[in-house]
């Protein structure tokens, strides 16, 4: 540790914890073995602060803060698993489902879902908000890989790893609000993408089934995400 | 004399009669539920009345069509707690699949475009669909909520064995959607 930075102290859960003054709450908390879920935020890229299940209560503030995009401060004191966040997470997860076309039982991810698994491990029963059921065309276009927006939850791992690891910033979000989509270029079929290298960072990071390798049937479809970490410390130099 | 039995039902919505054959899967343990339950209706039993007064009932499958509709009001009506069986009671899982394309589009690819022989929408015996294949407790209240597709014989043991105890079985650990 370099001498100009600085230490600070605060309580995660009751816990005192002593982390760099340039750490976010998040990867405190993980350090100390502490559990936060997430869907968008991943080591290796830029926290946006998207999925907002890794909301923590910190004490004089009202507001839930996301733990990925929450700098730590001194004297901090973060509770990370109140009922109020528990019941606000369960909620988030079930406007997730009800917004996509998420069917587990058919799906290439299933068993290696990482919203899936969020489902279970936060104790969402079932979705008490309508589902959609919007259309949203698969496409199939590209040669190795397929995007299914029916099954994305726009965490935007995948803009993110396309532009700041890989470098050719294929991806990007199309449209606001509950119009808002995952594109291609300028939303034109993956397979016609001039600047996509077929590298795959996007299939890997992808927390669901909305991006996927073809030739893989119900449940086939396991992400290797290890490689992130490796290549943001090689970009940065420190390795 | 006995205490009198649980009384058991179940009942087959919109679904692929999976959970219906994953509850079968318990095998001999049926045997040993049998002294503790009287299953009073099943689709695997020739009764055609929904009875009154049942106690528990398990139900399998979407409320897709008008008489998946009705089927559920009465049995509502006439059970104390009802059991969401499996991903298509929760959440109308593949039967939903339909849900964007609209019920004209989706009846049109079943009966027209894949038919060889005699193509046509029906309109007698089979029953019209609703606008949506919706979760069971998008129409009724639902009192418990067992997850997979279909659930385990396992976990439909644990469910039972549960609540003839008296206590709300925790699944937490045991199942999930697409298990």
């Known amino acids: ?239 | 004399m006995s205490t009198p039995k649980v009384r058991v039902a179940t009942i087959w919505l919109d679904g692929c009669s999976g959970c219906h054959m994953s509850l079968l899967d318990m095998d001999e343990r049926l045997i040993e539920l049998a002294d503790k339950i009287d299953v009073v209706y099943t689709p695997l039993m020739d009764v055609k009345q929904f009875p009154k007064d049942v106690d528990v009932t398990l139900v399998e499958g979407a409320v897709n069509s008008h008489e998946d509709y009705e089927r559920i009001l009465e049995v509502r009506k006439n059970t104390k707690i009802l059991v969401s069986l499996g991903d298509c009671a929760i959440s109308a899982n593949v039967p939903s699949m339909r849900n964007p394309f609209g019920v004209e589009v989706t009846l049109k690819r079943a009966y027209v475009e894949n038919v060889t022989l005699n193509p046509q929408i029906p309109s007698k015996e089979v029953p019209p669909l609703m606008p949506l294949a919706r979760p069971v407790h998008a129409v009724v209240k639902v009192d418990l909520f067992v997850q997979g597709c279909p659930p385990s014989a396992d976990t439909i043991h644990f469910v039972i064995a549960e609540l003839l105890e008296g206590r709300t079985p925790d699944l937490s650990e045991r199942t999930r959607f697409g298990a």
């Not at chain 1, 890989?145 to 890989?166: G, M, Q, S, W």
């Open chain 1, 1 to 239: 540790m370099s001498p100009t930075v600085r230490v600070k102290t605060l309580t995660i859960d009751g816990q005192a914890v002593g982390a760099r003054e340039d750490q976010t709450i998040m990867q405190v908390a993980r350090e100390n073995n502490i559990f936060v879920p997430a869907l968008c935020a991943i080591e290796g890229l830029t926290p946006v602060g998207a999925c907002r299940l890794c909301i923590v209560e910190v004490k004089g503030v009202n507001k839930l803060l996301p733990a990925c995009a929450t700098r730590i401060e001194e004297g901090m004191e973060v509770t990370t698993n109140s009922e109020r966040v528990a019941n606000y997470r369960r909620t988030i997860l079930e406007m997730l489902f009800s917004e996509g076309n998420h069917i587990c039982s058919v799906c290439v991810s299933n068993g290696h879902c990482e919203l899936q698994t969020l489902a279970k491990k936060l104790g969402m029963t079932h979705v008490r908000v309508p589902y959609r059921s919007t259309m949203r065309r698969v496409d199939a276009s590209h040669e190795r890989f397929i995007a299914d927006p029916n099954r994305c939850i726009l965490c935007t791992r995948c803009v993110r790893v396309c532009d700041e690891i890989e470098g050719a910033h294929t991806w990007d979000v199309m449209g606001r609000g509950i119009n808002s989509r995952i594109i291609t270029d300028l939303s034109q079929p993956w397979g016609d993408s001039d600047s996509c290298t077929s590298c795959g960072k996007c299939v890997n990071v992808c927390p669901t089934g909305a991006l996927f390798e073809k030739g893989k049937a119900v449940s086939e479809m396991s992400k290797r995400q290890e490689f992130l970490p490796y290549l943001t410390l090689m970009r940065e130099g420190k390795k």
